[in-house]
């Protein structure tokens, strides 16, 4: 059974960083990512990270350049690093993760469809 529990979110004003961390209960077969989801919009493909150290990274063009995914395989632990956080950026922040068994060391998740669990959310939100 997989387990996905997120830390990490808050308040902040705009231009400010916060860090998200997932603990996991699956192996490093997995490839693993973030979703989010604001009020009365579907939930969104944020950043995904594939099989391997340190792992291919890709990004939602809306948070290139200032989000940054990693893992760390041994602790079992995924992290979202954001910094110049916008208020566009507030929502219900998700870990997800899909079994990658087999893949490519090139692929990464980019797409919500490519995840089969995700966990219960941690909220940010991001005032002007």
């Known amino acids: 059974q997989v387990h996905l529990t997120e830390s990490g979110g808050g308040s902040v004003q705009a231009g400010e960083s916060l860090r998200l961390s997932c603990t996991t209960s699956?192996?490093?077969?997995?490839?693993l990512g973030w979703l989010r989801q604001s009020p009365n919009k579907e939930r969104e493909w944020v950043a995904g990270?594939?099989?391997?150290?340190?792992?291919?990274?890709r990004y939602a063009d809306s948070v290139k350049g200032r989000f940054t995914i990693s893992k760390d395989d041994a602790k079992h632990t995924l992290y979202l690093q954001m910094n110049n956080l916008k208020p566009e950026d507030t929502a219900m922040y998700y870990c997800?993760?899909?079994?990658?068994?087999?893949?490519?060391?090139?692929?990464?998740?980019?797409?919500?469809?490519?995840?089969?669990?995700w966990g219960q959310g941690t909220q940010v939100t991001v005032s002007s």
């Open positions: 997800a993760a899909a079994s990658c068994f087999g893949a490519l060391s090139s692929f990464a998740p980019s797409s919500t469809r490519n995840f089969r669990y």
């Open positions: 699956v192996d490093s077969t997995y490839c």
């Open positions: 990270i594939g099989l391997g150290v340190p792992g291919t990274t």
